[in-house]
C-alpha cells in the first residue's frame, strides 16, 4: 500500500452544520419543523437544490450530517429519462449539549498546532501533496491560533522548562552571539547565521552532556511530498533509526548538515534577518495598551506565522508529545515558543546582543531537562522483538489488515513504530500484587502517520 500523505477529501456532498439548538438558534425536532427563511437552513440544514420530498432518514438534532445521493429503487419512469434520485440524510451526534453545557469558545475555536484543521480542502494541492501546502490550511489555521498564542516574560516561561540553569563559570566559557551579527548582510543571507548559530547550540548541548544535537537541515526537505523545513533542528545522536533517517543521502563533508526527519525532531529553529518578514516584533513596539507588541497581522507577518506553525503541527503529528520547544529568530533578537495541543506560549523577545546569556540559559534548560522537552514517556520506541510479531502476523486474507500491516512496516526510519502499554481496567487486576499490577498491560504498536488527521 502506498503511503498517502494527504487525508482522504471530503465529498462534495457533504456539508458542516453548526449545531440545530443552542444559544440564540431555536429548537427544531424535524425537518419540516425548520422554516426555510431560517438562517440555518443554507448553512446546514437544508440544502436549497433538494426538495423536502427527497429526504429521508432520521430527522433528530445534530451537530454533523451528510446528504448522500442516491438512485431512487422505486422509480418507474421511462427506462431511457435521467433515474429520479434521493437524498438520505446521515446523521452523527444526535443530540446536542443543552445551552448551559455548550463549551465558551469563539467561532473557529478551538485551535492548535497538533489537530486537523477544517481547511483540508477544495485548495489543497495535487494528489500526493502534504495539506500543509493548502493556502487555506495556512489562514485558517493562523487565525485559530492567533487567538491561543500568549506572550510571558521570559522568567516565567523558563521556570517551566524542568532544567538546570547555567553557573557562573559555566555560562564564561561559552560562546556570544557577536559572530552572527545580521547589521551588514543583506536580507536574503539567513544562511551566513545557520552555522555560526549550530556551532553555539552544540556548545551548549555538549556542555550538558546531552544526548542530542542540532544540525542545519534548510536545504535538504524529508521528501518531494514533505518539503517544508525549518532553518536548525534538534536530533537524538544515540539513535540508529534517527541517524539514517536525518543522515540519508547528505554530504559527509560537514557533520552539522542534515536532512529534514520528523519523527525525530526534537526541536527547531527558524532565522529571518528582516524583522519585518518576520511573524513577531521583536525591537522594542509599545502598543495603545502599553504592552510589548507580539503578531504581526500584516499579509507577510501572516503567512510567515503560518509556516512556523506549520513545522510544530508536523512534529507534533509525527511524534508522540505531550508539549514542543521552538525558536524564532530575528536579526539580533529571538523568542522562545512553548507548544501544546491547547495553544502557544511565547516569551518576549530577547536582545542577543545585551542579553546572551539568558537565552544560552534557555537551551541549557532544554539540554537538561528529564522530559526531552516534553517527550510522552508512556510512549517508547518499539524493539525489535516487538516489531518481529508485526512482521509475523498474519492476517488471514483480510485485506485490510494486510495492509495496515504493510503500513507500518514501511519506511521505518521516517515512520517509527511506537509502544505504549495502556494499563487495563482496576476490576482485572483485583488481587495483584502492585509489581504484578504494573505488568498487567495491553500493549499498542502504532507508527504516526501524517494520513491520520
Not at 82 to 104: G, I, Q
Not at 369 to 378: A, L, N, Y
Request: charged share 30%.
Amino acid at each position: 500500500m502506498s503511503r498517502d500523505s494527504r487525508p482522504p477529501r471530503r465529498p462534495s456532498h457533504q456539508r458542516q452544520a453548526r449545531p440545530l439548538s443552542g444559544p440564540g438558534n431555536p429548537s427544531f425536532d424535524t425537518v419540516d419543523d425548520f422554516p426555510a427563511t431560517h438562517p440555518e437552513s443554507r448553512a446546514g440544514a437544508l440544502p436549497p437544490h433538494i426538495s423536502r420530498e427527497d429526504i429521508e432518514g432520521d430527522s433528530a438534532r445534530s451537530i454533523l450530517f451528510t446528504h448522500k445521493r442516491i438512485i431512487d429503487p422505486e422509480d418507474t419512469s421511462d427506462p431511457g429519462a435521467p433515474p429520479r434520485v434521493k437524498f438520505v440524510r446521515h446523521y452523527t451526534f444526535p443530540s446536542t449539549p443543552e445551552p448551559s453545557e455548550s463549551p465558551k469558545f469563539k467561532r473557529g475555536a478551538p485551535g492548535s498546532p497538533a489537530v486537523s484543521s477544517m481547511a483540508v480542502d477544495a485548495k489543497t494541492q495535487k494528489d500526493g501533496d502534504s495539506p500543509l501546502k493548502s493556502l487555506s490550511w495556512s489562514e485558517t489555521t493562523v487565525a485559530q491560533v492567533d487567538d491561543r498564542c500568549i506572550q510571558v516574560p521570559l522568567p516565567e516561561l523558563k521556570n517551566g522548562i524542568p532544567g538546570t540553569d547555567l553557573t557562573t563559570e559555566q555560562k564564561q566559557t561559552l560562546s556570544t552571539f557577536r559572530g552572527i551579527d545580521t547589521k551588514n548582510l543583506p536580507d536574503n543571507s539567513e544562511s551566513r547565521k545557520y552555522g555560526p548559530l549550530c556551532d553555539i547550540f552544540n556548545e551548549v548541548e555538549e556542555l550538558a552532556g546531552s544526548r542530542y544535537r542540532w544540525k542545519v537541515v534548510a536545504n535538504h526537505g524529508e521528501s518531494a511530498e514533505i518539503g517544508h523545513k525549518p532553518d536548525l533542528a534538534r536530533y537524538p545522536i544515540d539513535i540508529p533509526a534517527a541517524a539514517l533517517a536525518y543522515n540519508r543521502d547528505v554530504a559527509k563533508d560537514d557533520p552539522n548538515i542534515a536532512r529534514c526527519a520528523w519523527a525525530w525532531m526534537n526541536s527547531y529553529v527558524e532565522v529571518k534577518n528582516a524583522e519585518r518578514k518576520s511573524p513577531f516584533f521583536f525591537a522594542r513596539n509599545i502598543g495603545k495598551d502599553g504592552r510589548q507588541k507580539f503578531l504581526r497581522h500584516g499579509d507577510v507577518g501572516k503567512k510567515a506565522r503560518g509556516q512556523f506553525i506549520k513545522y510544530v503541527t508536523e512534529a507534533m503529528l509525527r511524534q508522540h508529545r505531550t508539549h514542543y520547544y521552538s525558536f524564532y529568530l530575528s536579526k539580533m533578537s529571538a523568542c522562545v515558543f512553548r507548544w501544546d495541543r491547547v495553544g502557544c506560549i511565547a516569551s518576549e523577545p530577547i536582545d542577543l546582543k545585551k542579553n546572551p546569556k539568558a537565552f544560552l540559559n534557555i537551551l541549557y534548560r532544554l539540554a537538561t531537562s528529564e522530559d526531552g522537552g516534553g517527550v510522552d514517556d508512556t510512549v517508547q520506541l518499539a524493539s525489535e522483538e516487538d516489531i518481529s510479531l508485526v512482521n509475523d502476523y498474519d492476517p488471514k486474507g483480510n485485506q485490510s489488515l494486510q495492509e495496515y500491516r504493510d503500513l507500518l512496516l514501511d519506511d521505518r526510519p521516517s515512520y517509527p513504530i511506537y509502544k505504549a502499554s495502556i494499563l487495563q481496567h482496576p476490576l482485572a487486576t483485583l488481587g495483584l500484587t502492585e509489581a504484578d499490577r504494573s505488568s498487567a498491560s495491553l500493549c499498542l504498536l502504532m507508527a504516526p502517520r501524517r494520513k491520520v488527521y
